[in-house]
Nanobody, 116 residues
């Protein structure tokens, strides 16, 4: 089991921005480089859904609901993944989870609430 730690959630008004961070502190850098990292979210009463994933800078994928507003990135030297969220909407409210894509390695989740 690989430990992932998310941070950066909070309360923001519609139209605002937040940046989520995901650390994989115990990974060896060379191993982290091979991970495809992903962000999922789960809103109350809904299933967890894939928001974005990144293999490397040239290979990213986004859910239609967030395209053009969210940007996923990674810093391999720091063993970090990020989700920059802009033009946030109330429907983006959810617990956001970091994940090593294709595995059952998850972070604890961070709450994002978008309301006026």
């Amino acid at each position: 089991q690989v430990r992932l730690v998310e941070s950066g959630g909070g309360l923001v008004q519609p139209g605002g921005s937040l940046r989520l961070s995901c650390s994989v502190p115990r990974a060896i850098t060379s191993t982290f480089n091979t991970y495809e990292m992903a962000w999922y979210r789960q809103a109350p009463g809904k299933q967890r859904e894939l928001v974005a994933r990144i293999a490397d800078r040239a290979s990213t994928n986004y859910a239609d609901a967030v395209k053009g507003r969210f940007t996923i990135s990674r810093d391999n030297s720091r063993k970090m993944a990020y989700l920059q969220m802009s033009r946030l909407k109330p429907e983006d409210t959810a617990v956001y989870y970091c994940n090593i894509y294709g595995t059952e390695n998850w972070g604890q989740g961070t709450q994002v609430t978008v309301q006026g």
